[in-house]
């Protein structure tokens, strides 16, 4: 299984920062990756795909960066409610998909 | 509002078994893949079975296959996880999501506790 590790796992920010997490895959996955945000309790939400593709209606402070197998996911100016888990999703391959362990954005 | 609502959930003895739901309301999933992913608590998203738009084609995850089976009524816009010989290994949230190889949108999930 292709390994997704995500840092840092927490993030202390605050409005205004920007900030950075990275996503490392455990070998080469192109630019099969994905970024989701997960408030609790709610639905995981697509932001970013094809490492830098931002999904319909997601503002333009998210953007990603990065191939092969390190990848970042930034937000240039945080809003209120941007404070969230997020983490990314390999689509290389399909057996199985795997995700980064998450990171947490308070 | 498009939306996925899953089902199902609660409390089972160890060597139990449950039948998760998920409810598509909103969006036609007739033709797309269908995932259930489970997110143990403190860990990361794990993909758990995957099936094609007509039920022929399904796929698992190494740790729940011979005891899951994904499925799916098309007619009635919901796609079901039958979970048997669970173990206290199996407790988590469980998603499904929509999609081929993204997940687009995704339920808010149902807890699934196994007690030993």
């Known amino acids: 299984d292709i390994q997704m590790t995500q840092s840092p796992s927490t993030l202390s920010a605050s409005v205004g920062d920007r900030v950075t997490i990275t996503c490392r895959a455990s070998?080469?996955?192109?630019?099969?990756l994905a970024w989701y945000q997960h408030r609790p309790g709610k639905a995981p939400h697509l932001l970013i795909y094809d490492v830098s593709t931002l999904e319909s209606g997601v503002p333009s402070r998210f953007s990603g960066s990065g191939f092969g197998t390190e990848f970042t996911l930034t937000i240039s100016s945080l809003q209120p409610d941007d404070f969230a888990t997020y983490f990314c999703q390999q689509y290389s391959s399909y057996s199985p998909y795997t995700f980064g362990q998450g990171t947490r954005l308070e | 509002e498009a939306q996925l609502v899953e089902s199902g959930g609660g409390l089972v003895q160890s060597g139990g078994a449950l039948r998760l739901s998920c409810a598509a309301s909103g969006l036609n999933i007739d033709n797309d893949w269908m995932h259930w992913v489970r997110q143990i608590p403190g860990k990361g998203m794990m993909w758990i079975s995957r099936?094609?738009?007509?039920?022929?084609?399904?796929s698992y995850a190494d740790s729940v296959k011979g005891r899951f089976t994904i499925s799916r009524d098309n007619a009635k816009s919901m796609v079901y996880l039958e979970m048997n010989r669970l173990t206290v290994e199996d407790t988590a949230v469980y998603y499904c999501?929509?999609?081929?190889?993204?997940?687009?949108?995704w339920g808010q999930g149902v807890w699934v506790t196994v007690s030993s």
């Open positions: 099936i094609n738009r007509d039920g022929s084609r399904t």
């Open positions: 070998e080469s996955i192109d630019r099969w």
């Open positions: 999501g929509r999609g081929g190889n993204l997940f687009d949108p």
